[in-house]
């Protein structure tokens, strides 16, 4: 909570001017985001402060201290911080630093204090430190008022936050790339909105579970004491909730359960985790535990050992009880246990859970899991699986901020190790192919963004730079902020072939399956999509540039007679309108000496789990959305665009493009633009022609008419 406090606090300084400093050293106001929960992190500030106090005397620094600060600390903080304010009064902040110090902090209870700020503060964003994992708080406070516990004290009562602003600010998240929400608070399960009642906590979720995208949701914290049959039931019909509950239990014993103000029994938990284990068997179970609690006997230390054992978590936050001034355990009780008989109790518990722990990891050998990578550190990657085990394996470090399949090799008590995993089904491709404005792009970006893939272009004109409208490149807004490949990639006056293509898409498309997204290979170029699907080898034979200069002055009408006698077979295949295929060839079977044909049809095993999918489109409705393109690319400056790339590549092949080679008649006086725009329209309604004819011949294509049934083949595919 007090991390996503501070995003919001780094929003609102950069928001009226200031910069992130280097470091302490070198920054003029330093703000200290105070967590009281333990008296460690308390005493942590004090450390803190006089240190920076003490550069104080060499440069100017402001220091402002923030967060939850129990009542008796605020008195003490005032004489070492310039600003002391309250987090709820973030949205005043503004003002409040334009004084030379300022003090603003009330009791967090005070009603007027609460009527003035209550959430508000939450409404402001927040400068999040990473776009994949993504925290959004959702409540403030508590009102439970647990005897050790300072929190409803420092941060006042339970305030929830509109759900419909929580959904926006996860929908935001995601839209950017975020791959896991945190959805936070003190006491998540006990949430209702404000402006709707029907939207509890189970409703929440479900209402970001629909949000669309490949993400995961994760929540922190819950009390035993508000975890409804519904919630269960949700987390166990969700795909994106993930199968990790921290559920705290606090002691094991019910007299020191009943002490802290826990409502709750041991027996009553224990009977909650075995519905939450039965509807959800795969989850993973962390708990939080004081030890050394006032009254803690050694036999009622004995109860919290014991539920370690039967209810074997898979982790446990436990921490040493240290009394919380203005609590009631502080005033009340005794803080009767010494520090060694804390400290033992501690290492006994962490014993006891080392052992139950590494057994339940040990349980994940062998097996392939989906991890988000968070952090890449010395060399290793580090990550999360869906049950929040720490992984550790070897990567590259720009797969930080992905999910990425990890077989996994080894456990410990508190992490496994693994290694990228190579699995069949992390290589799977989707392909989707359809003549020319057929809606290629539409589609896929539409599915790309279902099925958190990235886009390939197969496109043998798109691979040139420079060549916008001609080419039909589809703009940054068609793209909807999908990542394309293989598009802009070389200059029109550079060679490129299919062989390079095939190079370059089979590593492109590894990267992304190894980043764990699912990549979609778009296109019209036939060669381009079936030399990647079949991994054809494609003769290496150099340009023979003498020869490729005769042949650029034939007609293609010429090379295509000198391609047939050369080779009759493959003569019937070839685009007869491609010029620069027809030189290739040539080339080939002159340099060879055997037919060009037979050569290139070398297939190798395929290297990837294929869905190939074709857009169907009747002839009438291909014809006018092919006029209806073309006269909109003439509308957006195509004689312009062609006009300066005849200029700047002359004759280059690639030119000899549809769309841009009727432009050369009419440069040179020979046609009018009507005729341009009615050849254009022509060539590219026999190019469609030509699509489909190859297509055809390909049995593995699924053709479809609609988005849902190539959605449908897709979760087929992937199941
Ligand atoms: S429920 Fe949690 S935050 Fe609220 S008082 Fe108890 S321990 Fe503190």
Same mark, same amino acid.
């Given at each position: 909570?007090?991390?996503?406090?501070?995003?919001?606090?780094?929003?609102?300084?950069?928001?009226?001017?200031?910069?992130?400093?280097?470091?302490?050293?070198?920054?003029?106001?330093?703000?200290?985001?105070?967590?009281?929960?333990?008296?460690?992190?308390?005493?942590?500030?004090? #450390?803190? &402060?006089?240190?920076?106090?003490?550069?104080?005397?060499?440069?100017?620094?402001?220091?402002?201290?923030?967060?939850?600060?129990?009542?008796?600390?605020?008195?003490?903080?005032?004489?070492?911080? $310039?600003?002391?304010?309250?987090?709820?009064?973030?949205?005043?902040?503004?003002?409040?630093?334009?004084?030379?110090?300022?003090?603003?902090?009330?009791?967090?209870?005070?009603?007027?204090?609460?009527?003035?700020?209550?959430?508000?503060?939450?409404?402001?964003?927040?400068?999040?430190?990473?776009?994949?994992?993504?925290?959004?708080?959702?409540?403030?406070?508590?009102?439970?008022?647990?005897?050790?516990?300072?929190?409803?004290?420092?941060?006042?009562?339970?305030?929830?936050?509109?759900?419909?602003?929580?959904?926006?600010?996860?929908?935001?998240?995601?839209?950017? #790339?975020?791959?896991?929400?945190?959805?936070?608070?003190?006491?998540?399960?006990?949430?209702?909105?404000?402006?709707?009642?029907?939207?509890?906590?189970?409703?929440?979720?479900?209402?970001?579970?629909?949000?669309?995208?490949?993400?995961?949701?994760?929540? !922190?914290?819950?009390?035993?004491?508000?975890?409804?049959?519904?919630?269960?039931?949700?987390?166990?019909?969700?795909?994106? &909730?993930?199968?990790?509950?921290?559920?705290?239990?606090?002691?094991? $014993?019910?007299?020191?359960?009943?002490?802290?103000?826990?409502?709750?029994?041991?027996?009553?938990?224990?009977?909650?985790?075995?519905?939450?284990?039965?509807?959800?068997?795969?989850?993973?179970?962390?708990?939080?535990?004081?030890?050394?609690?006032?009254?803690? %006997?050694?036999?009622?230390?004995?109860?919290?050992?014991?539920?370690?054992?039967?209810?074997? +978590?898979?982790?446990?936050?436990?921490?040493?009880?240290?009394?919380?001034? =203005?609590?009631?355990?502080?005033?009340?009780?005794?803080?009767?246990?010494?520090?060694?008989?804390?400290?033992?109790?501690?290492?006994?518990?962490?014993? %006891?859970?080392?052992?139950?722990?590494?057994?339940?990891?040990?349980?994940?050998?062998?097996?392939?899991?989906?991890?988000? @990578?968070?952090?890449?550190?010395?060399?290793?990657? &580090? =990550?999360?699986?869906?049950?929040?085990? %720490?992984?550790?394996?070897?990567?590259?470090?720009?797969?930080?901020?992905?999910?990425?399949?990890?077989?996994?090799?080894?456990?410990?008590?508190?992490?496994?190790?693994?290694?990228?995993?190579?699995?069949?089904?992390?290589?799977?491709?989707?392909?989707?192919?359809?003549?020319?404005?057929?809606?290629? !792009?539409?589609?896929?970006?539409?599915?790309?963004?279902?099925?958190?893939?990235?886009?390939?272009?197969?496109?043998?004109?798109?691979?040139?730079?420079?060549?916008?409208?001609?080419?039909?490149?589809?703009?940054?807004?068609?793209?909807?902020?999908?990542?394309?490949?293989?598009?802009?990639?070389?200059?029109?006056?550079?060679?490129?072939?299919?062989?390079?293509?095939?190079?370059?898409?089979?590593?492109?498309?590894?990267? @992304?399956?190894?980043?764990?997204?699912?990549?979609?290979?778009?296109?019209?170029? =036939?060669?381009?999509?079936?030399?990647?699907?079949?991994?054809?080898?494609?003769?290496?034979?150099?340009?023979?540039?003498?020869? /490729?200069?005769?042949?650029?002055?034939?007609?293609?009408?010429?090379?295509?007679?000198?391609?047939?006698?050369?080779?009759?077979?493959?003569?019937?295949?070839?685009?007869?309108?491609?010029?620069? /295929?027809?030189?290739?060839?040539?080339?080939?079977?002159?340099?060879?000496?055997?037919?060009?044909?037979?050569?290139?049809?070398?297939?190798?095993?395929?290297?990837?789990?294929?869905?190939?999918?074709?857009?169907?489109?009747?002839?009438?409705?291909?014809?006018?959305?092919?006029?209806?393109?073309?006269?909109?690319?003439?509308?957006?400056?195509?004689?312009?665009?062609?006009?300066?790339?005849?200029?700047?590549?002359?004759?280059?092949?690639?030119?000899? !493009?549809?769309?841009?080679?009727?432009?050369? *008649?009419? +440069?040179?006086?020979? &046609? *009018?633009?009507?005729?341009?725009?009615?050849?254009?329209?022509?060539?590219?309604?026999?190019?469609?022609?030509?699509?489909?004819?190859?297509?055809?011949?390909?049995?593995?294509?699924?053709?479809?008419?609609?988005?849902?049934?190539?959605?449908?083949?897709?979760?087929?595919?992937?199941?």
């Amino acid at each position: 909570m007090n991390k996503s406090d501070s995003e919001r606090i780094a929003f609102l300084l950069k928001k009226i001017g200031y910069k992130k400093a280097p470091s302490i050293q070198e920054a003029n106001l330093v703000v200290i985001n105070m967590c009281a929960v333990r008296q460690s992190a308390v005493d942590r500030v004090y #450390g803190k &402060i006089k240190e920076i106090n003490k550069l104080k005397k060499k440069k100017k620094i402001k220091t402002l201290l923030t967060g939850c600060i129990p009542k008796k600390d605020l008195e003490r903080f005032k004489n070492y911080f $310039d600003y002391i304010l309250h987090i709820k009064s973030l949205p005043c902040w503004k003002e409040f630093l334009k004084h030379k110090s300022f003090l603003y902090y009330p009791n967090s209870r005070s009603q007027t204090f609460n009527r003035k700020f209550d959430i508000v503060y939450l409404k402001q964003r927040a400068l999040y430190s990473n776009n994949f994992s993504t925290l959004i708080p959702i409540s403030t406070g508590c009102d439970n008022f647990c005897s050790f516990c300072i929190v409803p004290f420092t941060r006042g009562p339970l305030s929830n936050r509109d759900h419909k602003e929580i959904i926006k600010e996860a929908e935001n998240a995601i839209k950017k #790339g975020s791959k896991e929400i945190w959805l936070l608070g003190q006491n998540v399960n006990a949430y209702i909105s404000p402006t709707d009642p029907s939207v509890n906590f189970a409703e929440l979720l479900k209402k970001i579970e629909s949000i669309d995208g490949d993400f995961w949701i994760r929540f !922190t914290s819950c009390n035993p004491k508000d975890f409804s049959e519904e919630l269960i039931d949700t987390m166990a019909n969700s795909k994106k &909730i993930t199968k990790y509950l921290n559920l705290p239990v606090q002691s094991g $014993d019910n007299y020191i359960l009943k002490k802290m103000n826990r409502p709750y029994t041991i027996s009553q938990y224990k009977k909650l985790v075995k519905k939450i284990r039965k509807k959800i068997p795969d989850i993973a179970l962390s708990t939080d535990i004081i030890v050394g609690f006032c009254q803690e %006997t050694k036999k009622r230390f004995q109860n919290t050992v014991k539920l370690f054992k039967e209810v074997k +978590f898979d982790m446990a936050y436990i921490a040493q009880y240290s009394p919380r001034p =203005g609590t009631k355990a502080a005033q009340i009780f005794k803080d009767d246990v010494p520090k060694e008989e804390k400290e033992r109790r501690e290492k006994i518990l962490t014993e %006891t859970l080392k052992k139950i722990a590494l057994k339940k990891n040990k349980q994940y050998v062998g097996k392939t899991l989906r991890v988000l @990578i968070h952090k890449a550190k010395d060399g290793y990657l &580090i =990550g999360k699986t869906n049950t929040y085990k %720490t992984v550790k394996l070897k990567g590259d470090k720009k797969l930080v901020g992905n999910f990425v399949g990890v077989k996994i090799t080894k456990a410990t008590s508190w992490g496994l190790a693994g290694e990228l995993s190579e699995e069949k089904y992390d290589k799977k491709l989707i392909v989707i192919v359809g003549p020319t404005a057929s809606g290629k !792009t539409k589609l896929a970006v539409d599915l790309a963004k279902k099925f958190e893939g990235e886009i390939v272009s197969a496109d043998s004109r798109q691979i040139y730079k420079e060549m916008n409208i001609g080419t039909n490149k589809p703009t940054k807004k068609e793209m909807g902020g999908i990542t394309h490949h293989l598009i802009d990639v070389v200059d029109p006056d550079q060679e490129f072939n299919v062989a390079l293509y095939k190079e370059m898409a089979i590593k492109i498309i590894q990267e @992304i399956q190894a980043r764990n997204k699912l990549p979609f290979l778009v296109g019209g170029t =036939g060669l381009y999509i079936w030399a990647v699907v079949d991994n054809i080898e494609f003769p290496r034979v150099p340009p023979d540039k003498k020869l /490729r200069k005769q042949l650029e002055k034939k007609t293609k009408k010429e090379l295509f007679e000198i391609y047939k006698n050369l080779d009759p077979q493959g003569a019937k295949f070839i685009e007869k309108e491609n010029k620069r /295929r027809l030189i290739r060839a040539i080339e080939v079977c002159k340099k060879t000496k055997k037919p060009f044909w037979q050569q290139r049809a070398r297939r190798k095993e395929s290297l990837f789990d294929t869905l190939e999918i074709g857009i169907k489109l009747d002839k009438k409705t291909l014809k006018e959305r092919i006029e209806k393109r073309v006269k909109k690319m003439v509308k957006k400056g195509l004689e312009k665009e062609a006009k300066r790339l005849f200029k700047k590549y002359k004759n280059k092949p690639s030119l000899e !493009t549809i769309g841009y080679q009727e432009w050369k *008649d009419y +440069f040179e006086g020979k &046609i *009018d633009k009507a005729e341009v725009i009615r050849r254009i329209i022509q060539n590219t309604n026999k190019y469609a022609k030509r699509q489909m004819t190859w297509f055809k011949k390909d049995k593995r294509i699924h053709w479809i008419t609609t988005k849902k049934d190539a959605e449908k083949l897709i979760k087929n595919f992937l199941k």
